[in-house]
């Protein structure tokens, strides 16, 4: 089995801002967004560093590599921090998608951490497969706050995980079965807070070249107010899997499949702590230590029943 990417990606700065903080790489093999956060060149330094450091490492493609991967970049975020006092405080989310093998087959892996997203577009629907460390997903969790709720929480910028905030990270990785073609979606959250999943599927169905299709994505993102940075890497997985003597397989074949892949995410989706010891550190401007959500034991609890 053979498996690569076809790869588009864009950012911007959004309509507000003055510095775009969100960094991104789009290679054939791992595809990263990074949205940083953290006063003067903090955010854009900390999301530079997890991007280049993640793909520095990730030489083994394996899932352990990658997950290795982003813990070395909030080693060397929190080095910086403490190397230099104006990035004191920094810290970026990380989201990413590569291919890796497992025991001899390869596969999809995405890690996680923070509330830049990843989705996967299927029977023209937008589905998110990672979940947010944020605030206002843990409020909603909790039964505390609905969804809708959730969408324009005036805090819904707080995450409660970051890389560089703490000496460890807690990172969710998710490993996923190769279909014959899928199309993926990586973002930071200045696209989906601007821009709804239904519009969101629509841009993703009916753009086929993916360069053209992130840009597409970040250009809605403005018309809609660009209230924050803005970065989508649009991501086709080619892959040729064994269909056996059947005839050549319809489109929805792999689309079923993976519906119900991701309905029973127990099944195929894994949660793994690096290390559950998350304890001390500084807090970057965005990053909520404070919040119940982030403790260690709320967020085995949490997985523990997610599994
Ligand atoms: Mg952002």
Redo the contacts with the bound molecule.
Sequence with gaps: MSVSFAIGAATDVGRLREVN??SFLATDGLAVVA?G?GGHRGGEVASAIAVTTLRQSFGEATIDSLTAGVAEANGDIRARSVAEPDLHGMGT?LCALAIIEDKGVEKLAIVNVGD?RAYVLLDSRLHQITEDHSLVEALVREGRLTREEADTHPQR?IVTRALGAADSVEVDQFLIEPMAQARFLLC???LF?EVGDKDIADLLGSIADPSRAAQTLVEAANEEGGR??ITAVVIDVHSDVETGDEAEPTPEVPVVATTEQIAAKPRWAETTELDAGVDGGSSGDDVDEASGASSGAERRRWWRSAT
């Design positions: 903080q969100d949205d956060m989310t830049s910028n930071s959250d200045g807070n924050d940075n």
